[in-house]
């Protein structure tokens, strides 16, 4: 189907702002899962010198323990999109919130380093299902116009998330004393911090069961007059349903259950649209941003910074975070996603650039210099900033709609696990990496975040503005 022929359909969402609300809802209840993904990835920023000392192991150790939760998530995001094909988007977000909560509950009791790594593995695998059901779920009930921004919700969701982790972290701190392991109801800080996302988790759940269920699935199974009056609530009374309905039994009628093997093809094993889904997912990782929100804190201690300080500084790239995402969401349906996704990069270039300057430096009775810890504090910020406006959200986004309907699902899986494996390699290297050259470490991230630039400019295609259907 052609732009054109579409368009008074795409079009037709915009025209009925009273059911944004109504959508807004929706969206907003299915990207609670990315809050509990932001706050459980974010969250063991602040236990990681505790569980150091609770344990005795070295980074080698420790940094294992904090990326094994990584290896659930690529697991579970592998296979959600099969799940969901299976059983629906709906009962697969009360899946994840169960998980969630069982997780949150071990983490904050654990009998010893092995079981609370299996507690982060299950959270991992509750973190992977929402990476993959969120954008889905999101772009499939979000009329076309509205797209782009409701599908930022998503990412809106995992960074206020990461930055309420912090702000959990930073307030338990201060109620034991200053000290991670110190008593706070009982139990060590540390503990509390992990065990606080039983709240979050519940309320997933309990949302869950208010919004419906995606059209497509429901045509997907027979349901066509439940599908109705959702895209009819959604999209608005004077759309021709009946047309948007032939259109996605068009789409599904194009495909079979989409698995693996429907994702094989061309001269590198994938087709040529599920490298650059993986191409995406992993410039995003291999930029280093995980470093920021999983050992800001040690890494500004490891620089001199008080640990006080170190907690509050790690709030604060929370918060610019939060400023960047909501710029994207702003222009991410207006400037659209592959100028968004430029500029971003070169931003990263600079900031990280100017990290791994600093950080040359030679210490100075275990400090950076004045002006090499300014800088460096300075463009942690900027880096983050210009992730958080493009690459945060524009990944997410073009993952919810870039692929052809009959391999969406599976090829979305497949994305968010390389994803995860991206973000494994990164989080589990760092502490090695950081012993061994902190400054040549961020030259590494500086170089990734260089290459995404002609990756974007040569593979990426636009979607801003298509409906799913008119990707294939």
């Keep these: 189907m052609?732009?054109?022929a579409q368009a008074p359909l795409s079009g037709a969402g915009a025209n009925h702002p009273d059911r944004l609300g109504h959508v807004i809802f929706i969206a907003g209840a299915a990207a609670m899962g990315g809050f509990l993904f932001g706050y459980d990835s974010s969250v063991i920023n602040g236990a990681v010198e505790a569980i150091r000392g609770r344990y005795d192991?070295?980074?080698?150790?420790?940094?294992?323990?904090?990326?094994?939760?990584?290896?659930?998530?690529a697991i579970g995001a592998a296979t959600a999109g099969r799940i969901t094909d299976r059983i629906g988007r709906i009962r697969c977000m009360q899946i994840a919130a169960v998980l969630f909560t069982v997780s949150a509950v071990g983490s904050a009791l654990p009998f010893a380093l092995w079981d609370l790594a299996m507690w982060r593995v299950i959270g991992g695998f509750a973190i992977g299902m929402a990476s993959v059901i969120g954008p889905a779920y999101i772009a499939e009930v979000s009329p076309p116009a509205y797209r782009g921004r409701l599908g930022s919700f998503q990412q809106a969701a995992i960074v206020v998330g990461i930055a309420v982790s912090q702000l959990v972290n930073w307030g338990v701190l201060k109620a034991a004393g200053g000290d991670q392991r110190g008593k706070v109801m009982g139990l060590e800080a540390w503990q509390i911090m992990l065990g606080v996302m039983v709240i979050p988790a519940i309320v997933y759940g309990l949302l869950s069961f208010a919004i419906p269920e995606s059209p497509r699935f429901l045509i997907s199974v027979g349901k066509r007059d439940r599908a109705r009056k959702i895209l009819e609530e959604v999209e608005g009374g004077t759309?021709?349903?009946?047309a948007r309905i032939t259109e996605i039994e068009t789409a599904l009628h194009r495909e079979e259950k989409s698995s693996f093997k429907d994702l094989l093809g061309g001269s590198f094993y994938f087709k040529p649209i599920v490298w650059i889904g993986i191409g995406l997912s992993v410039f995003q990782q291999f930029v280093g941003i995980n470093v920021a929100f999983y050992y800001s804190s040690t890494l500004w201690q490891s620089v001199g910074v008080d640990p006080s300080d170190s907690f509050l500084y790690s709030f604060t790239t929370s918060i610019i975070n939060i400023v960047g995402t909501v710029i994207a969401m702003l222009?991410?349906?207006r400037v659209g996603r592959k100028p968004l996704a430029i500029i971003g990069s070169i931003g990263m270039v600079v900031g990280l650039a100017l990290e791994a300057w600093a950080f040359s430096a030679h210490l100075v009775a275990g400090?950076?210099?004045t002006t090499q810890g300014w800088v460096a504090l300075i463009a942690a910020h900027v880096f983050v900033l210009f992730f958080a406006l493009s690459w945060g959200v524009i990944v997410w986004v073009m993952l919810g709609e870039m692929f052809p309907s009959r391999i969406r699902a599976a090829s979305l899986g497949v994305a968010a696990a390389a994803q995860w494996i991206a973000n494994w390699a990164i989080t589990a290297s760092f502490p090695s990496l950081a012993d061994w050259n902190l400054s040549a470490t961020y030259v590494i991230y500086t170089a990734f975040a260089a290459l995404s630039i002609p990756f974007v400019l040569k593979f990426v295609t636009e979607t801003k503005g298509k409906t799913l259907e008119e990707m294939g």
């Design 2 to 4: 052609t732009s054109t």
């Design 57 to 73: 192991v070295g980074s080698a150790v420790l940094a294992q323990v904090i990326a094994i939760a990584l290896i659930g998530c």
């Design 239 to 242: 759309v021709d349903l009946d």
């Design 331 to 333: 222009f991410v349906d």
């Design 367 to 369: 400090k950076l210099p």
